[in-house]
């Protein structure tokens, strides 16, 4: 097919997204004032706890059998390549942009956690209406297309809350300061969100999972007592990625995979559940119908908080954000490429367009949001956050066209 008509194909799923995304900036201004921090926060509250888990159960279960089970394995795998690769280009950007220490883990986390989940629930369903679409019938392509994006977003959630949370929560510790070394306590809030809230996490009244941080002093000391030191440090940085906050882990959504992977692979519950004719089917077509909210809310969510950053004055060094942009949108979708089509050569990924697509697509979307949860837990680089986010998910309407374009195009079966 015509690179140029997968282009045009392309570009209508991240319009519609743009589109919604401007109408929920305008909902949050003070203008329209409908989309404030409060609404934003119940609505958000809603997505996550009950419309994402009826949209990621419902297409699961509809689409996931025991056999398909074992053709789905790579995906975790491509997942924790994605990550692993964008912390090394992270660490790259810290040291060539001589990044402040309080933004670096802000940095890390930008190019290791991708957003995994709600731009594929966004652009897989229309990019399956377009008639330039190399996946094949529409509603098969938005069953299976939307049963593979809930898996991707429940595995990048545990991703992003074992890996690139530990992380930026082990960095968040260097700060720059006057030298003397204070601690800064921080409270976990255990029903975490799908986007970035902007609520004030320093007082909360749950105080079980309280962790203290404290700033690295730079005071000069003896040598003896600079080894205890570092050694101590060593320790704390390890017994950090020990800390893993489970209730955001098995979050709602990751709890309907598992509802959603024991009915699809237990026969005589998905013949009672799934089907036209099933007894049970008015308990999938209210899953489905509660479901359908989740898309909506989720991007009008996006543009409200994306309008943070416009407001935003804070000052992030220009570098910073060209070396993020150049990580999440040149060098993980070209190293990614490599990846996904060495897995197809070597048979470890079953031959469907629409399953390799999401694989590729994968090393080419913009941060996750809930990166801006994270700094707000540890009240580091909250700010900066948004105006990186502002760039990214502003260049990602050119990014995300032109990669899929591509992506479509080496998928597209040869012309006869």
């Not at 509809?62 to 912390?87: D, H, Y």
């Not at 730079?218 to 209730?247: H, L, Q, Y």
């Not at 996750?368 to 949860?373: L, Q, V, Y």
Request: net charge positive; with cysteine; charged share 10%.
């Amino acid at each position: 097919m015509d690179l140029l008509q997968l282009f045009i194909t392309a570009c209508v799923p991240v319009l519609n997204m743009l589109l919604v995304t401007g109408v929920g900036s305008f909902l949050a201004t003070d203008f329209a004032g409908l989309l404030n921090k409060e609404a934003r926060k119940y609505l958000n509250n809603i997505v996550f706890y009950v419309f994402s888990p009826s949209l990621v159960a419902t297409y699961l279960a509809q689409t996931i059998t025991l056999e398909s089970l074992a053709k789905l394995w790579f995906m975790p795998v491509n997942i924790l390549l994605a990550c692993t690769f964008g912390l090394i280009f992270g660490w790259i950007v810290i040291h060539v942009t001589r990044a402040p220490a309080r933004l670096r883990g802000l940095i890390l986390g930008c190019c290791s956690a991708g957003n995994w989940g709600n731009i594929f629930l966004i652009i897989i369903p229309a990019l399956c209406k377009e008639k330039g679409s190399p996946f094949g019938a529409p509603d098969v392509c938005h069953t299976y297309g939307l049963a593979y994006s809930s898996l991707s977003m429940a595995l990048g959630a545990v991703v992003l809350w074992t890996v690139a949370y530990n992380i930026m929560r082990a960095t968040s510790k260097v700060t720059e300061g006057n030298g003397q070394a204070n601690h800064t306590n921080v409270s976990i809030s255990g029903s975490g969100t799908g986007t970035a809230s902007e609520e004030n996490f320093s007082i909360l009244n749950d105080n079980t999972n309280q962790c203290t941080l404290p700033l690295i002093s730079n005071s000069s000391v003896p040598s003896t007592k600079t080894k205890v030191a570092m050694s101590e440090r060593a320790k704390g940085f390890v017994s950090m990625f020990g800390a893993i906050d489970f209730k955001k882990i098995f979050a709602p959504s990751t709890i309907a995979v598992i509802v959603g992977f024991i009915i699809g692979g237990t026969p005589l519950i998905r013949n009672a559940v799934i089907g036209d004719n099933a007894p049970l089917r008015v308990i999938q077509e209210s899953s489905d119908l509660i479901g359908g909210g989740a898309i909506p809310s989720v991007t009008l969510i996006m543009g409200g908080n994306l309008l943070n950053g416009i407001r935003g004055g804070a000052g992030v060094q220009p570098s910073v954000i060209v070396a993020v942009i150049v990580v999440r949108y040149i060098l993980l979708p070209s190293v990614g490429t490599v990846l996904v089509k060495s897995a197809v050569r070597l048979g470890l990924i079953h031959p469907d367009p629409l399953y390799q697509f999401i694989l590729l697509l994968q090393y080419a979307v913009p941060p996750a949001m809930n990166i801006g949860t994270i700094t707000q837990l540890f009240g580091v680089g909250e700010s900066e956050c948004s105006v990186i986010f502002v760039w990214a998910y502003a260049l990602a309407s050119v990014a995300v066209t032109v990669w899929s374009a591509l992506f479509m195009w080496a998928l597209s079966p040869p012309a006869a």
